[in-house]
């Protein structure tokens, strides 16, 4: 169960687009809410002849961000009785965010995947990328809208999409994912589990090959089938232990060409309201968050993303 929620704010109005999950989560939980701004080091500059001092600038820069974080919270305080802290801390932001995470005080992350500071820092890029795969704590990930922010709107987390490859590994984010079903009485867990396209080669029309080639795609299309099959059962054996927890499941074995397709076109077709996954895996789609993978997924879909890095076992 939730205790308190983290969420790293910039200044931005794309970053505040995680506060209308944050607060809703809170509200449901009875958590309480702690606001982050990580204001980095200004090093001493000359403009047109003018001598900036650094000192003065970082007083006034971590000043501005305090009165925007009382703000935000007086806002915030409008919508939800629960407690709400902010603080502004002094140091790197990836860094400085990740010791945070894990400094055992929160249970969960949520942060919005674009922003833009007011020294034009993006908030995702590389500082998003080296927390998802540093992070112990589990990540929510919200993509920002052009509109303003709805402290009042509350997500529709109706459908949860979860993939899963059969490993230990992948299966740490069950329990993180129905964390937050539990929260949403109506959802619905869809677990995935992908088997390989074995490729399939047009067997020549005569010749001695023909006899051969027909062998291999016979064992072929056997090992798919036995494929498809087992991840069937797994699937339904995990389905079994969360009925047997109270929830609603159902399950589905797609095929995987391209993984981040794949699970882009599952959420879309479940009308899922939020994606859990995990960072790494032996195999299957928990190779989702590597390399240019992790890109498509994470800034690709239009729903909220659960991630976790597992502790390997």
Avoid at 196 to 206: G, L
Avoid at 221 to 250: F, N, T
Avoid at 296 to 303: G, K, P
Wanted: proline letters at 6%; one cysteine or more.
């Amino acid at each position: 169960m939730y205790r308190t929620i983290l969420v790293p704010l910039d200044g931005s109005k794309f970053a505040e687009h995680a506060l209308p999950l944050a607060l809703a989560l809170a509200r449901r939980a009875h958590a309480g809410i702690h606001l982050v701004t990580v204001s980095t080091p200004v090093w001493a500059a000359s403009l047109e002849g003018a001598y900036v001092n650094p000192p003065e600038v970082e007083e006034e820069l971590i000043a501005a961000y305090q009165t925007y974080l009382e703000t935000t919270i007086a806002r915030m305080h409008e919508r939800i009785d629960a407690p709400i802290t902010g603080e502004v801390v002094f140091g790197g932001v990836a860094e400085t965010l990740c010791q945070l995470a894990d400094c055992g005080k929160y249970d969960l992350m949520v942060m919005a995947t674009h922003g833009r500071n007011p020294l034009g820092r993006f908030f995702l890029g590389s500082v998003g990328d080296e927390m998802i795969h540093r992070v112990n704590l589990p990540l929510l990930v919200v993509r920002p809208e052009t509109k303003e922010v709805d402290l009042g709107k509350e997500p529709d987390l109706n459908r949860v999409v979860l993939p899963l490859d059969g490993t230990p590994l992948a299966e740490q984010i069950i329990e993180p994912a129905v964390a937050l079903a539990g929260l949403m009485p109506e959802t619905e867990i869809v677990l995935v589990r992908a088997v390989h396209n074995e490729a399939v080669m047009d067997a020549p029309d005569e010749g001695p090959v023909r006899v051969e080639a027909n062998k291999i795609l016979l064992h072929l299309k056997q090992l798919q089938v036995e494929a498809r099959r087992e991840a069937e059962d797994y699937l339904a054996a995990v389905a079994r232990c969360l009925e047997a927890r109270g929830l609603r499941v159902k399950t589905h074995v797609v095929v995987e060409d391209r993984p981040a397709e794949a699970i882009l076109h599952e959420a879309e077709g479940e009308h899922a309201g939020l994606i859990a996954l995990e960072t790494h895996g032996r195999h299957g789609l928990s190779r989702l968050l590597h390399g240019s993978v992790a890109d498509q997924v994470v800034r690709n879909a239009h729903v909220p993303i659960l991630i976790q890095r597992p502790v390997k076992v």
